[in-house]
């Protein structure tokens, strides 16, 4: 089982749709949790870090479940400009360094 | 959050030989780390890199085909070595922010015939 598990996509949704991308992690371990966006050929840009009580930036609301072991990311009324893969990222605490692991993402399409 | 630049950003290699990949930052910084990132895959870890002191390799790479220079805090460089096709990939440079999350450099795109 990967320690950071996505579904690949791609979510292909009209305009204005909500959308909302699951992401489960395999170490109960794991402390801290982002959300990143990638544009394709470009770098990976952090999109949110994600809380334990959940938090909200905008149209966009990101979730914990540490007893299910799964981080959630929802968008609100879709722009086209979303379009892109959005990262799933885990920080792992082993001794006294961390490990970030990566989710191979999930392909969001927005069309007109 | 820093300004992070890399050069080349993209290359086309013959196999054999090597390419080294600059990244510089805008401000001094402790640790930078560098990614790679296969068509298709999502980031892997390659090294660490610590000024002054030996990077520290994540399993599955090495010294001898991945070194790395960190002369200073706000530089590094890592080099592809004795490349092959399977090396193709893009190569990221980043460091941590605040909360340990990453900032990535724009990449360096390799291609290797």
């Known amino acids: 089982r990967k320690e950071v598990e996505q579904d690949p996509g791609p979510f292909n949704v009209p305009e204005g749709a909500t959308v909302a991308f699951n992401c489960t992690y395999s170490n109960s371990a794991s402390q801290s949790f982002f959300w990143y966006r990638q544009d394709c050929r470009k770098e990976p840009k952090l999109l949110m870090s994600v809380y334990s009580s959940g938090n909200e930036d905008g149209r966009f609301t990101a979730q914990l479940n540490r007893a299910s072991q799964y981080i959630s990311l929802l968008i609100r009324d879709s722009k086209l400009s979303d379009s892109a893969t959005y990262l799933c990222?885990?920080?792992?605490?082993?001794?006294?360094?961390?490990?970030?692991?990566f989710g191979s993402g999930t392909r969001l399409l927005v069309r007109p | 959050s820093a300004v992070i630049s890399q050069k080349p950003s993209r290359d086309i290699c013959q196999r054999g030989t090597s390419l080294t990949i600059q990244c510089q930052v805008d401000?001094?910084?402790?640790?930078m780390f560098w990614y790679r990132q296969q068509p298709g895959q999502s980031l892997t870890l390659i090294a660490t890199a610590n000024q002054g002191s030996e990077a520290t390799y994540e399993s599955g790479f090495v010294i001898d085909k991945f070194p790395i220079s960190r002369p200073n805090l706000t530089f590094s460089t890592l080099t592809v070595s004795n490349m092959s096709p399977e090396d193709s990939s893009i190569y990221l440079c980043?460091?941590?922010?605040?909360?340990?999350?990453?900032?990535f450099g724009p990449g360096t795109r390799l291609t290797v015939l």
């Open positions: 980043s460091v941590e922010g605040d909360y340990n999350e990453q900032f």
């Open positions: 990222v885990v920080i792992l605490w082993m001794d006294s360094s961390y490990k970030l692991i």
């Open positions: 401000s001094q910084v402790t640790m």
